[in-house]
Every structure is written in C-alpha cells, then in structure tokens.
C-alpha cells in the first residue's frame, strides 16, 4: 500500500499527533532522504501501519480488517492461485454460505488488480483493505512444511548427484538455481519460526539444519550430502566471504528482506571434521527498541533505570552470561537516548543491532582496534553517550571509569553471574574502590527465560510437594516471607509487567500467592497449539535484578566487602533478586518455575 504524502499529512494533522514543527521537519526529511512521508512516519512510530491503514480505509470508504492466518481455511485460501495472490498481494481470508468471497488487498486503489480478480472470483466479491505485513504473512499459508519444501527444490536433477561432494558448478550458484532457493527456504523458515540462530552442520553422511527457537535449539531437516557444498558455497557468495577457503574459520554478513522486513545475518564458518558448519545469527533491523516495561522491568528497578540512563555523566553496567539478552537491554537504552542534540558512540563486538544516528565502531584486533584503543579514540570524537560492548580487562575499565568521571554517560557489560557480583569484579580489574564508588549508578544482572504460550498454558493448582520446592528453591522460609512475596506480585499487577509487549495477551488480573502460600501456578500444554509451534512456549522474557549504588553501597565498596554482603545489603534497601522476579513472573503466568530453576541455577 503506498499512500500519497498529500493524504499522509491530512491524516497527521488530523490526529493532533505531530506539531506543526515536528511536520515540518518529516517535510524536511522526506525531501533530503528522497523517502515517502508515509515510510518517515511508521519509522518514527507517530503512526503504526495499522492505524494509518485504517485511517486510508475511512478515507477510500473501503472496510478495513485484520487477518490472522491462522485462521483462514485451506478452501478459502486455495481460490486464488498463489501466483496471482502475490502478485496482487491480495488473499481470500473467507466465504459464505451465499458465495462471497472475501478478499484482503493492501492496495484496493489498484483498478487493474480489483477487475482482473473480479474474473477470477466472480462478481460476489467483497474487497477489504489490510495491513500489508498481515497480508504478506497469510501468503505463507501456501508454502507447506519445511521438510517437504526443500524435498521439493532438492531432488530437482539440476542438483547433479557426483560421486565428489566437494564440486561446485557455476549453475549451482546462480541466483535461481535450486541450492539458492534452498538457501533462500532455510532462512525464511528461520525468521518465521522466530529462530535467533540456524545451523547447517555437516554430518557423515548427512547435512543437519537446526534452529534455536527461544534459546534451545532445534532439528529441523536433513539433506543430502550431495549438497554440502554448493550450500556453503552460497552462503560464502552472499556474506562476501573466500569461497576456496576451507582451512580457516571466515565471518561476514548480509541482508534480507522477508516480508515488509528487512533482516540482516551475521554469518560465521567454521572448519569441522566432516565438512565447514555455518552458524547464521538473524537480527532483526526493522524492530523497533523495546521499553523497559515490554523488557520485562517493573517497580523500584524501573525507577532506578529511569533514573540512572537520565544522568549527565556515570556508568551503568548489564551482566549475565553469553545469550542472556544484554545486548538487547542496551540497544533499548541507546534507542531511548537517541536525539538529534546527542552524540552517542560505541565501540562493539560484533555489533549486532544497527541504530540510525548513533555512531557504532566495531572491534578488529588485526587492524590494532581493540576496546580499550576504541574506546580511547571515541573520547577524541566529543561523544556524550558511550557503549562498549564489553569491558574484558584493566585498561577497558580504567578508561570507561575516567569516561564516566569526565562528563560522559557510560554503559556497558561484564560477564558475571549477578549484579552484586559486578562490582567486586571490577576491584578485582584494579579499578580504586572510590572510582566504583562515585562512578557506578546502577547495575542489571539479568537472564532469558522462556514465555508461556498465552493460548494454550494451563492453570494448576500446586499440591504441598510443590509448596515445598518453592519454599527450598527461592528462601522463603515463613508467612512473612510468602506475604512479601504476595506484595510484589500485587505490584507487578499494578505495573502491569509485561503487558507492554502487544504479542502477549494477560489478562490475570488476580493474585495467585497469599500470605500462606502459593495458590495456583501455570504449566505449559504438553501437546501445545499451533501458536507456539506445538511447544508450550512462545518467546521469552527477561528475569532482572537492578542494583542501585545508593550511600549504603558505596560505604561497602570502600570498605572492599564480598559479593555475598553487597547482594544482601541491597536486598535489605529493596533490591528484589533475579529468582524472586523470576518466581513473580511465574505466579503471574508469563513463565514456569522450571525455567526460572533452570536459568537461575548457577547462582
């Protein structure tokens, strides 16, 4: 659907949404960066699509409709050849018992489209306009599961069966051969699948493709060996990488647009027994930053959050494993900060989230660009705001604390298994204890845990065995405890945690602990539903504690006490820990204890 920037500006100005200064800026934008009005606007979140489609409804006088395609029906569907669906980029999302066709364009302003699937459908057609995105993902619905597709593409004879697995032709490559299809197939089932990561790992007699769906990876084809190969060899082409090198380990990078968005792929190959595996990492470069609430933050660690990224100068640290979302925290904080009267600068490794306007470094050892040589280069370029991605030795600290003591605001992150831990870890760098001390404003000690399939999770009620595993698992050793606990979780509900997120749908709006115990729990479905891809799970949330450095703190860092005495002198002034946000969010039915238990062990 494009709308005309003529009829974008009416709508803008008839919601009251942007100032006559704030249009008059986007004017400025659409004429310097050459891009529709209408782009400029979902971009900058003043209008989602689906609102400015709705508004295009109202003024075309077409009835607007959302689709899910989950729900249209395989006869519904099947009307309209999938050739002809895509490309009108229409789709028949349902009949009735008179014979009407109902049919979802993006663009029902297309006179040549409308009349050639009046032929088509016949002259009972009832055309309604929807989002795009909506739309390009019910087209999916013809494409079926992933095994037989790529059985589909690969026992084509163009695929030639040689006895030397290592020969590559040139019409293996080309961009409409079926090994570039193949290619093509694994990544978007990836990205559909709301895979982080896929692996096409070489076996004997086999290639294995696994996804890692919400952290845990899993199998989803095997194809010939036959074409082990000319698949890599592809990747290599589209990541710019040395297709005739096999002995050495190769990284790189591309794009793809799959749907109304675009993804990039950090692409990384590795030399193994049977072959070279190749790891490709999906980001994601049209998401929009999350909030802390959709984050999963609430209460006092909102507040400190809010309080600390607000500051002119200081640091704030994210800590947790490899994999537990510290980066996507910080993307969120930086997205936050970014505004035109700001210079943000990072130094990273990789970098993984590209944000527009902020000055983003990455780290390359070879060429002498190390974090501690970035990060003393970024403070020459008048920076504001600083990131470093990881702060992994002496000078990268001395240097981000001199940052944080000359007037920059700084984040960062260190691997360690909780927020107290951080700052020990830190002295133990030979950072002065009075640094950390002035410096430090707030730490996040953070993991992922699986979320709750909203749709098909089910409600138990937890028999005296459980009681007493909860009772073991997270400290609470009498009704003083379970009362505290109750009074978190009343104010989770007020804060609404996690309802921020638009692809959850809680509606708890009860309390499942007392000042006695535990009076229901949740579970996931053991047969799932098609929602989650039958497992019981659908994306994930964070698992946070925010450690403020307020007075009692920094008196204890000085006096170079433990890890241990600094976790619990902040959870006396209120810190609440990673396994109590975990347990709050299970009582609420966002997650299980299982996966809080499993994430939180090694604490």
């Not at 937890?462 to 400290?475: C, H, L, Q, T």
Request: charged residues 25%; proline residues 3%; aromatic residues 4%.
């Amino acid at each position: 659907m494009r709308i005309s920037d003529k009829i974008v500006d009416e709508f803008l100005k008839r919601s009251g949404k942007v100032s006559a200064d704030q249009l008059t800026m986007l004017h400025d934008q659409e004429k310097n960066e050459k891009r529709p009005l209408q782009d400029l606007v979902i971009n900058a979140n003043i209008l989602n699509e689906k609102d400015l489609t709705k508004l295009y409804a109202e003024e075309v006088d077409i009835p607007f409709v959302e689709i899910n395609p989950k729900d249209i029906k395989k006869e519904s569907l099947k009307q309209l050849p999938e050739r002809i669906a895509r490309q009108y980029n229409a789709i028949v999302f349902d009949t009735d018992e008179d014979g009407a066709v109902f049919v979802a364009m993006s663009d029902p302003d297309d006179i040549q489209a409308v009349n050639f699937l009046q032929k088509q459908l016949g002259s009972n057609l009832r055309i309604y306009v929807a989002p795009e995105s909506q739309i390009k993902a019910a087209l999916d619905n013809y494409r079926g599961n992933i095994a037989g597709e790529l059985t589909k593409i690969i026992s084509n004879d163009d695929i030639a069966d040689d006895d030397n697995e290592d020969t590559v032709s040139e019409s293996d490559l080309t961009e409409d051969s079926p090994i570039a299809q193949t290619v093509n197939l694994i990544i978007e089932y990836g990205i559909k699948a709301g895979a982080s990561d896929i692996h096409i790992e070489p076996r004997e007699k086999y290639v294995l493709v696994r996804y890692r769906i919400d952290g845990m990876l899993r199998e989803a084809n095997k194809l010939p060996k036959k074409v082990q190969a000319a698949l890599v060899s592809r990747i290599k082409i589209l990541s710019n990488l040395k297709i005739d090198e096999h002995r050495a380990p190769q990284d790189g990078r591309f794009k793809i647009e799959v749907g109304t968005q675009l993804f990039a792929l950090r692409v990384s190959t590795l030399p193994i027994v049977d072959g070279e595996k190749v790891v490709m990492r999906i980001l994601n470069e049209s998401v929009k930053a999350a909030t802390f609430e959709g984050l999963g933050f609430w209460g006092d660690a909102l507040k400190i959050l809010h309080q600390a990224i607000i500051q002119p100068h200081g640091m704030v640290l994210v800590t947790g494993p490899t994999g537990s979302g510290k980066s996507t925290t910080l993307f969120s904080v930086l997205s936050m900060l970014n505004t035109p009267n700001v210079n943000i600068s990072t130094v990273e490794d990789p970098v993984e989230y590209r944000i527009v306007g902020v000055n983003q470094t990455q780290v390359n050892p070879i060429a002498g660009m190390t974090f501690a040589n970035g990060l003393r280069s970024l403070l020459r370029q008048d920076p504001n705001i600083i990131m470093v991605g990881e702060i992994r030795d002496t000078e990268t600290a001395d240097l981000a604390v001199q940052a944080s003591l000359t007037g920059h605001l700084v984040f960062s992150t260190l691997h360690t298994s909780d927020a107290a831990t951080c700052l020990p870890r830190l002295l133990e760098m030979g950072v002065e204890p009075f640094l950390i001390a002035s410096t430090v404003r707030a730490v996040i000690g953070q993991r992922l845990v699986r979320r709750l399939c909203q749709d098909c999770r089910e409600e138990y009620v937890p028999d005296s065995g459980i009681v007493e595993r909860i009772k073991s698992a997270f400290y609470l050793e009498n009704n003083e405890d379970f009362l505290k606990i109750h009074e978190l979780e009343a104010e989770a509900l007020k804060d609404g945690v996690g309802i921020d997120d638009s692809n959850t749908k809680y509606s708890i709006n009860t309390l499942s602990s007392t000042d006695k115990g535990v009076s229901r729990l949740w579970k996931a479905h053991e047969e799932g539903c098609d929602n989650c891809n039958h497992t019981g799970y659908k994306g994930r949330i964070g698992i946070y504690e925010v450690m403020d450095n307020d007075h009692d703190i920094q008196k204890s860092i000085v006096s170079n006490v433990t890890s241990e005495e600094l976790e619990k002198l902040a959870e006396n002034n209120g810190m609440v820990s990673m396994h109590i946000d975990g347990l709050i969010k299970a009582l609420r039915g966002q997650t299980t204890l299982e996966e809080v238990m499993r994430v939180t062990s090694d604490r």
